[in-house]
């Protein structure tokens, strides 16, 4: 069964990349980089891209930040990159793009929260003056509501709605009507500033995924706008994991999201890529997209006490990675590929024969030879270190691919 999309959302061109309208649901992330250090920046774009990240936003938070914009849309350009890249924008964002005029054109969109550009009669000035920009450049906006920095004056008001009119409602339950009032009146004053209803997407994030499925719910039900899904400050590892793909499984299950993120906070030094392959596998695991061939391996028992079969996955799943992008650019419809990597006899041969390409390594007591199996049949019989079994497997996986999917 696949996943049926709404198609009645505004579709908003982002660079080549639609959003909404039927479109498919637009994978991205956000760089971590130091903005002013152009260099360092375009690496992590270039690479988030090649993980399969199509928008990519960059915090844009001072003027020597703002400054830089402009070279890192070069450097990514002229690393064949065309992930279109957006603008992050918090409390100065009117200025920075006032007065880096360069910066304004070089970003493919504007990411604005309306809860941190001011107070009272400037919120709505500085709100104006950043949609006017975006009017007179062409750029598509993102209106990105947040829990954690709502409009005190529109939280302060409903709270005590509630109590004069004793509705009894949670405080949770008004922070989310804020919030998608907040993205609605936010909307409407982009329109009022000049900006068309197909260069608006709306978010409004929390950080637990039931707030989050009630907000988007209601928000979906009152808005045309394409809705950029994400549980914000997900958190780390499993939990971050766990958290953002129970929420967004379910709204995507619903038809509800045109674009995702999985806020995952990375370990001192880790992968900014695991966002992305996580966002990738949420699609992939509900058929909604097909990013990368899938790898099937079991998750061991006391029949697989050797550790082969999962150095095999974990070397299997890097090295199709590293490949995708040279695989994705020459070959048509090689995502859809499907592995197996099996420890033992139980379910091996059966998941292999499954599988496009499968492998049954040998489980405790078993005989140490690991057939392979191609597209149902038995293909060869593979032995030796770890090492040669990746070797030889991996070649395998390579001459199926170069002789089964057409050139792109």
Not at 128 to 136: G, L, M, V
Not at 286 to 293: C, E
Not at 366 to 374: G, I, L, Q, R, T
Request: charged share 20%; glycine share 10%; proline share 5%.
């Amino acid at each position: 069964m696949t996943l049926k999309q709404r198609c009645d959302t505004v579709p908003v061109m982002v660079g080549p990349i639609q959003v909404g309208g039927g479109a498919p649901v637009v994978v991205q992330s956000m760089t971590n980089t130091d903005t002013a250090d152009p260099v360092a920046t375009a690496q992590q774009i270039v690479e988030l891209a090649r993980a399969g990240s199509e928008l990519v936003r960059i915090t844009v938070n001072t003027a020597a930040a703002a400054a830089m914009v402009g070279e890192i849309r070069d450097r990514v350009r002229d690393a064949g990159c065309s992930a279109p890249i957006i603008g992050d924008f918090h409390y100065n964002g009117h200025k920075l793009l006032a007065e880096h005029p360069d910066c304004a054109d070089a970003l493919d969109k504007y990411r604005i929260n309306p809860g941190n550009v001011g107070h009272g009669k400037n919120r709505d000035e500085r709100f104006t003056a950043i949609c006017r920009i975006a009017r007179d450049r062409g750029k598509p906006v993102r209106i990105g509501v947040n829990a954690g920095s709502l409009n005190e004056e529109l939280v302060m008001r409903r709270m005590e709605e509630n109590t004069s009119r004793n509705l009894g409602k949670t405080s949770e339950q008004v922070i989310s009507e804020c919030m998608v009032a907040s993205a609605l009146q936010s909307t409407e004053l982009a329109i009022e500033a000049g900006l068309r209803e197909d260069q608006i997407i709306v978010s409004c994030k929390t950080s637990t995924p039931l707030q989050l499925m009630d907000v988007y719910r209601s928000l979906s039900a009152q808005s045309r706008q394409p809705l950029h899904l994400g549980l914000t400050e997900a958190g780390m590892g499993m939990k971050g994991l766990v958290w953002s793909s129970s929420a967004l499984a379910v709204l995507l299950a619903e038809g509800i999201g045109d674009t995702i993120r999985v806020s995952i906070t990375p370990e001192p030094g880790g992968d900014r890529r695991q966002e992305v392959y996580a966002a990738c596998e949420v699609l992939q695991a509900l058929g909604i997209r097909a990013f990368s061939p899938s790898i099937t391996a079991c998750p061991g028992c006391g029949r697989t006490t050797s550790t082969t079969f999962q150095e095999l996955a974990e070397h299997v799943q890097d090295y199709v990675r590293s490949r995708m992008p040279e695989w994705r650019a020459r070959y048509r419809g090689v995502e859809n590929l499907k592995l197996a990597v099996m420890g033992c006899v139980v379910n091996g041969p059966g998941e292999s024969k499954a599988a496009d390409i499968g492998i049954s390594l040998p489980g405790t007591g078993e005989a140490p030879s690991c057939p392979v199996f191609v597209a149902g049949r038995k293909h060869a019989t593979l032995s030796g270190t770890p090492d040669e079994l990746a070797a030889a497997f991996c070649a395998i996986v390579d001459e199926y691919v170069s002789t089964t999917y057409e050139p792109a």
